[in-house]
């Protein structure tokens, strides 16, 4: 038995720490959180002192187990989760839980997983950081609260099965703010004036007047001004600039690179960079400082100098401007500077060698550059056109790696050709073309964290989850949109002569920015209304400023909450009171069958269009939006369309086909089967073709591809891949069939093989009580009886359960049924 047990999160971390370290070290996991707030209730003393309940959950309770047993075996025991709040809070639970001794318990960190990192941080072990703990107990209870009473504020006032969270919430309305600031735009049209010149070399290069006109006359006027004006070069200055290159990684400025160079979501970056971390190719990757350490300068500028030259080298230290960055040491920077490339995985190799591009850059020299700026004059009227150019002398650090910019519209300088004061220049042509302002962009994921961030709103550890979690909620998605034709004017002055074109242009075309939902907008305006303080972004940086407090040990946990609930929970309990139901309701117009008004709101059931009052004596009619149909995108056309639902479309085969909707969505109704569109298909659009197209595919879908033991056997694609249905069983198809072409000898061979899964699976079968026991997933086992499933954990010792245990546990899971006591009235 080893006589130091070492606690990290991950087994792969695990896997990596145990190559470092000896004989007399062994590493185990405690796989994140072994204790966390109950999921089924509050779990915090909103009556007293706001202190949580932490539990151990089912799946958790036999790694508890393995470590409180090897923890008593040991002589020390390491806790070595991350150096952050989080980590600290993980170390804390496992003191807690396995109930550690001051003693013979050391907690360590270290930024970097490399045998260098881990020996000096055993070297230098400290105690709990209970600053740090506290911190992260602070964000978790918040949340909490804000989470477990808004939510059913929503179900009760919005929809069922709606959730609420602090900073989530905020985002949402971070992008529906933007959603609406695009579609309240008022573009505002300018003509700009482009030209063409030659200089006396015949080189070729463009120009531009500075200002816009505001008008088309006023561009008319200035043109015809030009009609055989003679151009020369009026003045031009060349002078030195530099460039300087950016700070290291922080995991808000990684997240936004790998998105802009390698397509990356924010979810997919720290996934990945967590992995290169486990391995212990890179620093910790949630940070918010952009500190390199001595040691890691004094290595990348040898690497600098061997491979480019001292000319390249400029070391230099950054500023880290978050509050909260001290908790985490260092910028995200490979481990081994050396190592240029990695061979992992594709996409772990192209972040790493982003990481060592950044990291490396950040301590190399200033690009050197020579700018020129042109200045040409005509003879006919005052203005001048500018040209700039930039050349670069020395590459310095763009010999490596170029931050890139979120700003479409920028326009990158180019070179000039060499000129003089005074140079004569033929015009080749002027143009002075419509343009419009623009509205702000949609946000991406990448610059929705640097929003975030901008804002003092959420921290590294919780960009990724933020994004997520809206997107999984279903408050915003990454939308398209089609955009519109627009027409524009440009007027050209070529050869003495001015002409006018019209040209068209698409706008507001958009593919995979983040866009509010119709419920994303709903729940949003909800909140906005009704809790102003918790949806206020200065409020949540805020909060945020008091957990650093809090990790500072300046401001008290428990107070920072209780601060925060005495005014939250009275909202809560005012706004379920008192507050409208939200519906997101619009009036389209009159039905003029009935007179009655027309809506489009939020139902129980999703979204749909109304026809009438639900106070007249008459039930309004009801019908579903389909397809692509949004409430803040139909029309009054389209709604009324909606109740043309069901329809006959024809007859096929002697027998009518009818579209028709219903609550999981449109369909086609024929000989007594029904039919479903295809996602998103809107069932109006529906002909007679396309109906025999679908009727036809389900058939081929639905025939027989084989029959076993005289039963038919079918096959179809679902959620989880291929699969194969033979006598109510749906069994997978695994990629060493063809599924193409599935041969009678393979069909037998997947229900033989699923028959005796199902067989082996059976553990115990009393048939006389009607309860048996079966292998479950993850190693654990299901006792079942009818709909009745309890499940086991993989610790249990299954072979001696007994008949009798397994009817006393069915008995405790059974429903008491509900008996009405007779009384007897007095006479």
Same mark, same amino acid.
């Given at each position: 038995?080893?006589?130091?047990?070492? =606690?990290?999160? +991950?087994?792969?971390?695990?896997?990596?720490?145990?190559?470092?370290?000896?004989?007399?070290?062994?590493?185990?996991?405690?796989?994140?959180?072994?204790?966390?707030?109950? +999921?089924?209730?509050?779990?915090?003393?909103?009556?007293?002192?706001?202190?949580?309940?932490?539990?151990?959950?089912?799946?958790?309770?036999?790694?508890?187990?393995?470590?409180?047993?090897?923890?008593?075996?040991?002589?020390?025991?390491?806790?070595?989760?991350?150096?952050?709040?989080?980590?600290?809070? *993980?170390?804390?639970?496992?003191?807690?839980?396995?109930?550690?001794?001051?003693?013979?318990?050391?907690?360590? @960190?270290?930024?970097?997983?490399?045998?260098?990192?881990?020996?000096?941080?055993?070297?230098?072990?400290?105690?709990?950081?209970?600053?740090?703990?506290? %911190?992260?107990?602070?964000?978790?209870?918040?949340?909490? *609260?804000?989470?477990?009473?808004?939510?059913?504020?929503? /179900?009760?006032?919005?929809?069922?099965?709606?959730?609420?969270?602090?900073?989530?919430?905020?985002?949402?309305?971070?992008?529906?703010?933007?959603?609406?600031?695009?579609?309240?735009?008022?573009?505002?049209?300018?003509?700009?004036?482009?030209?063409?010149?030659?200089?006396?070399?015949?080189?070729?290069?463009?120009?531009?007047?500075?200002?816009?006109?505001?008008?088309?006359?006023?561009?008319?006027?200035?043109? +015809?001004?030009?009609?055989?004006?003679?151009?020369?070069?009026?003045?031009?200055? &060349?002078?030195?600039?530099?460039?300087?290159?950016?700070?290291?990684?922080?995991?808000? &400025?990684?997240?936004?690179?790998?998105?802009?160079?390698?397509?990356?979501?924010?979810?997919?970056?720290?996934?990945?960079?967590?992995?290169?971390?486990?391995?212990?190719?890179?620093?910790?990757?949630?940070?918010?400082?952009?500190?390199?350490?001595?040691?890691?300068?004094?290595?990348?500028?040898?690497?600098?100098?061997?491979?480019?030259?001292?000319?390249?080298?400029?070391?230099?230290?950054?500023?880290?401007?978050?509050?909260?960055?001290?908790?985490?040491?260092?910028?995200?920077?490979? &481990?081994?500077?050396?190592?240029?490339?990695?061979?992992?995985?594709?996409?772990?190799?192209?972040?790493?060698?982003?990481? /060592?591009?950044?990291?490396?850059?950040?301590?190399?020299?200033?690009?050197?550059?020579?700018?020129?700026?042109?200045?040409?004059?005509?003879?006919?009227?005052?203005?001048?056109?500018?040209?700039?150019?930039?050349?670069? $002398?020395?590459?310095?650090?763009?010999?490596?790696?170029?931050?890139?910019?979120?700003?479409?519209?920028?326009?990158?300088?180019?070179?000039?050709?060499?000129?003089?004061?005074?140079?004569?220049?033929?015009?080749?042509?002027?143009?002075?073309?419509?343009?419009?302002?623009?509205?702000?962009?949609?946000?991406?994921?990448?610059?929705?964290?640097?929003?975030?961030?901008?804002?003092?709103?959420?921290?590294?550890?919780?960009?990724?989850? $933020? *994004?997520?979690?809206?997107?999984?909620?279903?408050?915003?998605?990454?939308?398209? %949109?089609?955009?519109?034709?627009?027409?524009?004017?440009?007027? =050209?002055?070529?050869?003495?002569?001015?002409?006018?074109?019209?040209?068209?242009?698409? @706008?507001? %075309?958009?593919?995979?920015?983040?866009?509010?939902?119709?419920?994303?907008?709903?729940?949003?305006?909800?909140? #906005?209304?009704?809790?102003?303080?918790?949806?206020?972004?200065?409020?949540?940086?805020?909060?945020?400023?008091?957990?650093?407090?809090?990790?500072?040990?300046?401001?008290?946990?428990?107070? @920072?909450?209780?601060?925060?609930?005495?005014?939250?929970?009275?909202?809560?309990?005012?706004?379920?009171?008192?507050?409208?139901?939200?519906?997101?309701?619009?009036?389209?117009?009159?039905?003029?069958?009935?007179?009655?008004?027309?809506?489009?709101?939020?139902?129980?059931?999703?979204?749909? #269009?109304?026809?009438?009052?639900?106070?007249?004596?008459?039930?309004?009619?009801?019908?579903?939006?389909?397809?692509?149909?949004?409430?803040?995108?139909?029309?009054?056309?389209? !709604?009324?369309?909606?109740?043309?639902?069901?329809?006959?479309?024809?007859?096929?085969?002697?027998?009518?086909?009818?579209? %028709?909707?219903?609550?999981?969505?449109?369909? =086609?109704?024929?000989?007594?089967?029904?039919?479903?569109?295809?996602?998103?298909?809107?069932?109006?659009?529906?002909?007679?073709?396309? !109906?025999?197209?679908?009727?036809?595919?389900?058939?081929?879908?639905?025939?027989?591809?084989?029959?076993?033991?005289?039963?038919?056997?079918?096959?179809?694609?679902?959620?989880?891949?291929?699969?194969?249905?033979?006598?109510?069983?749906?069994?997978?198809?695994?990629?060493?069939?063809?599924?193409?072409?599935?041969?009678?000898?393979?069909?037998?061979?997947?229900?033989?093989?699923?028959?005796?899964?199902?067989?082996?699976?059976?553990?115990?079968?009393?048939?006389?009580?009607?309860?048996?026991?079966?292998?479950?997933?993850?190693?654990?086992?299901?006792?079942?009886?009818?709909?009745?499933?309890?499940?086991?954990?993989?610790?249990?010792?299954?072979?001696?359960?007994?008949?009798?245990?397994?009817?006393?546990?069915?008995? !405790?899971?059974?429903?008491?049924?509900?008996?009405?006591?007779?009384? $007897?009235?007095?006479?």
């Amino acid at each position: 038995m080893a006589k130091n047990l070492v =606690i990290v999160e +991950s087994p792969a971390k695990a896997k990596t720490i145990e190559k470092f370290l000896g004989k007399d070290f062994q590493v185990e996991s405690s796989f994140g959180h072994i204790a966390d707030l109950p +999921s089924k209730e509050l779990g915090v003393d909103v009556e007293g002192d706001f202190k949580p309940k932490y539990i151990v959950s089912s799946d958790k309770k036999a790694i508890v187990k393995k470590l409180k047993d090897l923890a008593k075996k040991a002589e020390t025991v390491w806790l070595a989760s991350d150096e952050d709040r989080e980590g600290e809070a *993980i170390a804390w639970h496992l003191a807690e839980q396995l109930k550690l001794k001051d003693t013979n318990t050391k907690r360590i @960190v270290f930024n970097s997983i490399t045998k260098d990192a881990i020996l000096k941080a055993i070297e230098n072990p400290r105690t709990i950081n209970y600053d740090l703990v506290d %911190a992260q107990q602070a964000r978790r209870v918040l949340d909490r *609260i804000v989470g477990y009473e808004l939510s059913p504020v929503l /179900w009760r006032k919005v929809k069922a099965g709606l959730s609420a969270g602090r900073v989530q919430s905020v985002a949402v309305r971070l992008i529906v703010e933007r959603e609406r600031a695009i579609e309240n735009f008022i573009p505002v049209a300018s003509y700009r004036v482009d030209a063409e010149f030659v200089n006396e070399d015949g080189k070729k290069f463009k120009a531009k007047l500075a200002k816009n006109f505001d008008t088309k006359e006023e561009a008319e006027k200035f043109l +015809s001004s030009c009609l055989n004006a003679g151009f020369k070069v009026a003045d031009l200055q &060349t002078k030195p600039a530099k460039k300087s290159p950016a700070a290291p990684f922080t995991t808000s &400025t990684l997240q936004q690179e790998a998105s802009r160079k390698l397509g990356f979501p924010v979810a997919k970056t720290m996934m990945v960079a967590q992995r290169l971390y486990e391995a212990g190719l890179i620093t910790y990757m949630r940070t918010d400082s952009v500190n390199l350490s001595r040691e890691a300068m004094s290595n990348i500028k040898e690497e600098i100098t061997n491979n480019f030259g001292t000319e390249y080298s400029k070391s230099r230290k950054f500023a880290t401007k978050s509050k909260g960055a001290q908790e985490a040491h260092e910028a995200i920077r490979p &481990t081994n500077i050396a190592t240029q490339e990695v061979s992992v995985e594709y996409d772990q190799d192209r972040l790493y060698s982003l990481i /060592w591009k950044r990291t490396i850059a950040s301590q190399m020299s200033d690009a050197q550059l020579e700018r020129t700026n042109v200045k040409i004059s005509n003879d006919k009227n005052k203005k001048q056109f500018t040209a700039n150019g930039e050349v670069i $002398t020395f590459d310095g650090f763009l010999k490596v790696y170029l931050e890139g910019n979120d700003n479409e519209d920028e326009e990158q300088d180019g070179m000039l050709p060499q000129m003089k004061v005074n140079e004569v220049l033929e015009n080749e042509y002027i143009t002075a073309t419509e343009r419009y302002t623009r509205p702000p962009s949609r946000f991406t994921e990448a610059s929705l964290v640097k929003q975030l961030e901008e804002l003092g709103i959420g921290r590294p550890s919780t960009y990724a989850p $933020t *994004i997520s979690t809206v997107q999984r909620r279903g408050y915003v998605e990454k939308g398209t %949109a089609e955009g519109n034709e627009r027409n524009y004017a440009q007027l =050209i002055l070529k050869g003495n002569s001015i002409s006018e074109e019209e040209l068209t242009e698409k @706008v507001g %075309a958009d593919k995979g920015k983040l866009m509010p939902t119709d419920i994303g907008n709903i729940v949003n305006d909800f909140l #906005v209304e009704n809790f102003t303080k918790v949806l206020d972004y200065g409020f949540t940086a805020k909060v945020e400023s008091d957990f650093d407090d809090v990790a500072e040990g300046k401001e008290n946990w428990k107070s @920072v909450i209780k601060d925060f609930y005495k005014d939250f929970h009275p909202t809560v309990e005012d706004v379920a009171e008192n507050a409208d139901r939200a519906s997101g309701q619009r009036l389209l117009g009159i039905d003029p069958e009935s007179g009655k008004n027309v809506y489009v709101r939020l139902g129980r059931f999703g979204a749909m #269009v109304q026809i009438g009052e639900a106070t007249d004596e008459e039930k309004p009619k009801f019908a579903s939006l389909q397809g692509d149909q949004t409430l803040s995108g139909l029309t009054y056309e389209e !709604a009324m369309d909606l109740f043309k639902l069901p329809k006959t479309v024809g007859d096929y085969e002697g027998k009518e086909v009818v579209v %028709a909707s219903g609550r999981f969505g449109p369909y =086609i109704k024929f000989d007594e089967k029904y039919v479903s569109l295809d996602k998103g298909e809107n069932p109006m659009s529906v002909d007679m073709g396309r !109906a025999i197209e679908l009727i036809e595919a389900k058939r081929k879908a639905d025939a027989p591809i084989g029959y076993y033991e005289e039963l038919p056997i079918q096959k179809g694609v679902g959620r989880f891949g291929p699969f194969i249905k033979w006598n109510s069983i749906f069994i997978n198809v695994n990629k060493k069939y063809d599924f193409d072409n599935l041969s009678q000898a393979d069909l037998e061979e997947l229900i033989e093989d699923k028959k005796k899964k199902e067989r082996e699976k059976v553990l115990h079968n009393w048939e006389d009580v009607g309860i048996r026991v079966e292998k479950a997933r993850w190693g654990r086992f299901n006792v079942i009886k009818g709909k009745i499933k309890i499940e086991l954990p993989k610790t249990t010792e299954i072979e001696k359960l007994t008949k009798e245990e397994a009817e006393k546990m069915i008995e !405790a899971k059974t429903p008491k049924k509900k008996t009405t006591r007779k009384t $007897t009235k007095k006479k």
